[in-house]
């Protein structure tokens, strides 16, 4: 059974720091690319950063650029480093993957895990 199971949510005021880990397990195929998204209150899930599994090509939202670094190891777990956080940075963080096989793609969602950047 494939999973996606994220940990290192917590809260952190801001400038602070805070490590996120999604664990893929149960994949015939390696996804192909990982992301992480976000989704605070009231607003839209929206793409915080990607990365490929060929090339190692990562892609940041404007908003994180420069402050948040993604990266992934040989056993499918996807990092999201996030440095200088700020209170905007409040949302549930969610990892995502996908696997293609021909023409089909299969999409997979973790279970999301907290962070709040508060004084």
């Known amino acids: 059974q494939v999973q996606l199971v994220e940990s290192g949510g917590g809260l952190v005021q801001p400038g602070g720091s805070l490590r996120l880990s999604c664990a893929a397990s149960?994949?015939?195929?390696?996804?192909?690319?990982m992301k992480w998204y976000r989704q605070a209150p009231g607003k839209e899930r929206e793409l915080v950063a990607s990365?490929?599994?060929?090339?190692?090509?990562t892609n940041y939202a404007d908003s994180v650029k420069g402050r948040f670094t993604i990266s992934r190891d040989n056993k499918n777990t996807v990092y999201l480093q996030m440095n200088s956080l700020k209170p905007e940075d409040t949302a549930v963080y969610y990892c995502?993957?996908?696997?293609?096989?021909?023409?089909?793609?299969?999409?997979?969602w973790g279970q999301g895990t907290q962070v709040t950047v508060s004084s």
């Open positions: 990365i490929t599994s060929a090339g190692g090509y």
């Open positions: 149960g994949f015939t195929l390696s996804p192909y690319v």
């Open positions: 995502y993957a996908a696997v293609r096989l021909f023409a089909t793609q299969s999409d997979y």
